[in-house]
């Protein structure tokens, strides 16, 4: 547990180093010109294409999709931005998306450390960043993210201002907070409730402590909340759930859903991860919550670090690919 924890910590100079990699073989694309940008990815590595995302919806006037299949939509034609993002570059699903862009002539652009997409990208020469080596996909969100800006900041000019975001990485209370977060943590099923704003980091909140904390998660997002979830809360039995009210900043509809969940008398917790811009919080929130997801494994005496049973599914879509090949 120690290894994985001291991976977070040192998150801020993991991200340091990330933001000064460089774009190899670089183009110049005329946003007016594309007709959308698609990310691929899975697992620790799309979830960086969720937080893109999220952020190119408000401030590009853009279609944007997120691919966490082995197809593309069938509007991704050759007019499009595919960025694939695979850690180990060798997941499959990942893969045989790349495939179906390379073959529908998308632009494409690549992050991985290695792997079948990183020798597939020397070999086609499209734009690409490598991250650092040595970590576990998840633990390396702070150098795909950076990889992801630093490729659309050069390829279509994106000026995504990155100068604070280790200087968020260094909050000294951080991992006392995490602590807290984790002691709450223990004895309950994990349920993250979100704004619609941050919902990525409600997805990788989730994806956290399934992979570090081996269990399993809900996320709820507002304002979708008030049309569903709320009434599930009539009657959830109080004693199965632990609820983090996830606040950015001003409350709003988070606080709204907090008040009303306190009401019915639910274990609750409110974090505020807002830190003024979208990718500085997501990047804290991120941080704290991955620290707490560690934690909790080590107060549920299970290993933060394997993931058996995503290594159980990658052999079965192995076979399943080679069936339908
Ligand atoms: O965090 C993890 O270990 C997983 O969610 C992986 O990210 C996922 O299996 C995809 O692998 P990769 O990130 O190497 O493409």
Same mark, same amino acid.
């Not at 006037?61 to 050759?78: E, G, M, N």
């Not at 991120?286 to 995503?310: F, H, M, N, Q, Y």
């Given at each position: 547990?120690?290894?994985?924890?001291?991976?977070?910590?040192?998150?801020?100079?993991?991200?340091?180093?990330?933001?000064?990699?460089?774009?190899?073989?670089?183009?110049?694309? +005329?946003?007016?010109?594309?007709?959308?940008?698609?990310?691929?990815?899975?697992?620790?590595?799309?979830?960086?294409?969720?937080?893109?995302?999220?952020? /190119?919806?408000?401030?590009?006037?853009?279609?944007?999709?997120?691919?966490?299949?082995?197809? #593309?939509?069938?509007?991704?034609?050759?007019?499009?931005?595919?960025?694939?993002?695979?850690?180990?570059?060798?997941?499959?699903?990942?893969?045989?998306?790349?495939?179906?862009?390379?073959?529908?002539?998308?632009?494409? *652009?690549?992050?991985?450390?290695?792997?079948?997409?990183?020798? @597939?990208?020397?070999? /086609?020469?499209?734009?690409?960043?490598?991250?650092?080596?040595?970590? #576990?996909?998840?633990?390396? /969100?702070?150098?795909?993210?950076?990889? &992801?800006?630093? =490729?659309?900041?050069?390829?279509?000019? @994106?000026?995504?201002?990155?100068?604070?975001?280790? $200087?968020?990485?260094?909050?000294?209370? &951080?991992?006392?907070?995490?602590?807290? #977060?984790?002691?709450? =943590?223990?004895?309950?099923?994990?349920?993250?409730?979100?704004?619609? +704003?941050?919902?990525?980091?409600?997805?990788?909140?989730?994806? $956290?402590?399934?992979?570090?904390?081996? /269990?399993? *998660?809900?996320?709820?997002?507002?304002? $979708?909340?008030?049309?569903?979830?709320?009434?599930?809360?009539?009657?959830?039995?109080? +004693?199965?759930?632990?609820?983090?009210? @996830?606040?950015?900043? &001003?409350?709003? =509809?988070? !606080?709204?859903?907090?008040?009303?969940?306190?009401?019915?008398?639910?274990?609750?917790?409110?974090? +505020?991860?807002?830190?003024?811009?979208?990718?500085?919080?997501?990047?804290?929130?991120?941080?704290?919550?991955?620290?707490?997801?560690?934690?909790?494994?080590?107060?549920?005496?299970? !290993?933060?670090?394997?993931?058996?049973?995503? $290594?159980?599914?990658?052999?079965?879509?192995?076979?399943?690919?080679?069936?339908?090949?």
């Amino acid at each position: 547990m120690r290894e994985l924890l001291d991976d977070y910590l040192n998150w801020s100079s993991q991200l340091r180093k990330a933001l000064a990699a460089d774009v190899l073989d670089p183009v110049h694309l +005329d946003v007016g010109s594309i007709g959308g940008i698609a990310f691929v990815g899975m697992g620790g590595s799309g979830v960086v294409g969720d937080v893109v995302a999220k952020y /190119l919806e408000r401030e590009v006037a853009l279609p944007v999709a997120t691919v966490k299949s082995f197809t #593309l939509p069938k509007y991704v034609d050759s007019g499009w931005l595919v960025v694939a993002i695979s850690y180990s570059g060798n997941t499959l699903e990942t893969l045989a998306a790349v495939t179906e862009a390379v073959r529908r002539r998308a632009k494409l *652009c690549t992050i991985s450390s290695g792997g079948r997409l990183m020798e @597939l990208s020397e070999k /086609l020469g499209v734009p690409r960043v490598y991250v650092e080596r040595g970590h #576990l996909p998840r633990a390396a /969100l702070p150098s795909m993210l950076a990889a &992801a800006v630093l =490729l659309l900041n050069k390829l279509i000019e @994106l000026k995504v201002s990155t100068e604070r975001w280790v $200087e968020v990485l260094k909050d000294p209370e &951080a991992l006392e907070v995490a602590e807290d #977060l984790a002691s709450f =943590l223990v004895g309950g099923l994990p349920v993250f409730v979100v704004t619609e +704003d941050i919902y990525p980091l409600g997805v990788r909140a989730k994806n $956290e402590v399934n992979e570090n904390a081996k /269990l399993t *998660c809900k996320v709820e997002v507002l304002p $979708e909340w008030g049309h569903n979830d709320v009434v599930g809360w009539e009657s959830t039995p109080k +004693d199965l759930v632990k609820i983090v009210v @996830l606040r950015n900043g &001003a409350g709003g =509809l988070a !606080d709204f859903a907090a008040e009303y969940l306190r009401k019915l008398d639910y274990s609750l917790k409110v974090l +505020d991860v807002g830190r003024g811009s979208y990718f500085e919080t997501i990047l804290y929130g991120s941080w704290v919550i991955g620290l707490a997801s560690v934690l909790l494994a080590g107060l549920r005496s299970v !290993d933060p670090e394997s993931t058996k049973s995503i $290594e159980y599914y990658k052999q079965f879509v192995q076979s399943y690919l080679k069936f339908y090949a």
